[in-house]
């Protein structure tokens, strides 16, 4: 049960909901814009989090859309849950990294943008976006604005107040791209990651993201210009986790040691599946 009252409101336009917002908040209620809810009402429910108005966005078009523009480019509202993306199989990457969080239960209500947004340390879907060079599209009272992900989305989705992340827009060019996705747990399939790579191959060079490895999900540049190398795999292999060893997080799903370990073995994995994609 959630110990307090709140007011809820379903807007049916992007304007509305950032004007709704906007009230809200200089009545002090504390507003929160709602997708799927789960992180929202688990947190609510253990008295982590108190909100005395709930905005539910799922009413308003373009957070639910899911089509191609006339330049090629794939473009996902933020309240597409992770099975509508999956079940689409427009964006191959993206699909099999949300197919691997939480089970399909909870798939049908985990949304794209809750995820992104969310204060959980994986925010996995975003490890595709940041290969993918996608943008987000962000709307505030003052209207649209486009960002390039990586822009927005450092080590979390740093949004201003009041914002509302709308949609996704990715290249078809990066989503036929070669990729892979590994995504290790503990013990079970479903559960939240040891480590997750993810990465595509992109004019011949690698990129490659991970969830897991540090307290926030990444893409590094420095990380790829030794995976495209072209000294021997073992000496990539030793060079990355050299570099990230100070930054390896050690939780109770696995220390910073096993983790390494992890990552040493995927990365060799990596460069013999990927070395003819
Ligand atoms: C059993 C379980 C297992 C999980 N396992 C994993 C895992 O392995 N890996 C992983 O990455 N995650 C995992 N998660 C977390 C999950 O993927 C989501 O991050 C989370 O539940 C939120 O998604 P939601 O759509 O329900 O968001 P909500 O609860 O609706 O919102 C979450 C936050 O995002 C904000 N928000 C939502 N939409 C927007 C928007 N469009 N613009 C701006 N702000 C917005 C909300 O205000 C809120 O602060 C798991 C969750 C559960 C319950």
Do not use: W
């Not at 008295?47 to 373009?62: M, Q, S, W, Y």
């Amino acid at each position: 049960m959630i110990p307090f009252d709140f007011e809820y409101y379903r807007p049916d336009t992007i304007q509305e909901a950032t004007d709704i917002f906007q009230q809200l908040e200089s009545e002090g209620k504390t507003p929160v814009y709602y997708s799927g809810g789960s992180e929202l009402i688990s947190m609510a429910r253990v008295g982590n989090l108190t909100f005395r108005a709930v905005i539910d966005i799922k009413n308003i078009p373009e957070c639910k859309v899911l089509e191609y523009d006339q330049e090629n480019n794939l473009i996902l509202g933020s309240a597409l849950t992770l099975s509508e993306i999956s079940e689409s199989k427009q964006f191959p990457l993206l699909e099999k990294t949300a197919g691997r969080i939480a089970d399909h239960t909870m798939q049908c209500k985990i949304t794209l943008g809750g995820n992104l947004a969310s204060t959980i340390i994986y925010r996995e879907t975003v490890l595709p976006l940041l290969l993918a060079d996608s943008r987000a599209v962000v709307a505030s009272q003052d209207g649209l604005r486009e960002y390039p992900i990586s822009q927005i989305f450092d080590r979390r989705l740093n949004l201003n107040k009041g914002c509302l992340l709308v949609k996704i827009i990715t290249n078809k060019g990066f989503i036929e791209s070669p990729y892979f996705h590994i995504k290790k747990t503990k013990n079970e399939k479903i559960d939240y990651p040891l480590l997750t790579t993810a990465g595509l191959k992109a004019g011949g060079l690698l990129r490659i993201a991970f969830s897991g490895l540090f307290s926030y999900p990444f893409r590094s540049v420095q990380i790829e210009n030794i995976l495209n190398d072209t000294v021997s795999f073992e000496e990539r292999t030793e060079k990355i986790a050299d570099i990230v060893s100070g930054n390896i997080l050690s939780d109770i799903n696995g220390s910073s040691e096993y983790r390494k370990y992890v990552l040493k073995n995927t990365i060799m994995n990596v460069l013999e599946t990927m070395k003819d994609a």
